[in-house]
């Protein structure tokens, strides 16, 4: 494992908890979009600086986001884990799902608290948004485990303008009875001059109307 950010206190990344945010080296996709691409080629590893400063937050936050990159592309995310979890902190996993496997076995060995997964697009424009062809069906075994239970979780879709209103119902009907589904807005990058604008604020109230007829807990994260 290495880490390459930390946000030391979050109130909103971790559901009824303050969490410190950990970012993880690496990803196996490259959405265009993505906030945090300066992150993925970093050298510095912040690994024992997480640690020190959990050592001194003990009691005073309680849990901890592992996000990335993708963090499920590290074979040793388990032991890295369970040393935060030996602290006393709960744990969630911001994941792609490209490794259904290991998402299984996190929560098997209840290792992770909470998922957060995002779901990018729908299977036919999902390599076109990913900008990978690296396990893309990987994704709907991802979401099957979730769906089955076994940890509280979230699904999430960042609403790019590549999506429309039939790729939102799309994903909706797949993940239908899920507990819950956030539609981010897209933030245009700094780093992407070319980059196309975000959609209307009445577009993304439509996307949600349509998203509530599958899964009753859909959310618009402002």
Not at 59 to 77: A, Q, R, W
Not at 162 to 170: A, C, H, N, S
Not at 172 to 200: M, N, T, V
């Amino acid at each position: 494992m290495k880490i390459v950010n930390v946000i030391k206190n979050s109130m909103i990344d971790f559901p009824r908890r303050i969490a410190c945010i950990a970012f993880t080296f690496g990803c196996n996709w490259n959405c265009w979009y993505c906030q945090n691409a300066t992150l993925l080629d970093r050298s510095e590893d912040l690994t024992p600086a997480l640690f020190g400063f959990l050592e001194k937050r003990k009691g005073l936050i309680d849990g901890v986001v592992i996000c990335g990159g993708e963090p499920t592309i590290h074979p040793d995310l388990p032991d890295f884990i369970r040393k935060i979890k030996g602290m006393g902190f709960d744990v969630k996993l911001d994941t792609n799902g490209t490794n259904p496997e290991m998402l299984a076995s996190l929560i098997e060995n209840k290792l992770v608290d909470y998922v957060a997964m995002d779901i990018k697009a729908p299977p036919a424009k999902l390599a076109e948004i990913v900008k990978s062809q690296n396990r893309l069906d990987s994704v709907e075994k991802s979401i099957d485990v979730l769906l089955s239970g076994g940890v509280e979780y979230e699904f999430r879709t960042t609403v790019t303008p590549d999506l429309t209103v039939e790729d939102i119902r799309e994903m909706a009907k797949r993940i239908a009875g899920a507990e819950k589904y956030i539609l981010q807005p897209y933030r245009k990058p700094d780093f992407l001059s070319s980059a196309p604008e975000p959609l209307k604020y009445e577009t993304l109230k439509e996307y949600l109307r349509v998203a509530r007829e599958y899964v009753s807990v859909a959310q618009l994260r402002e």
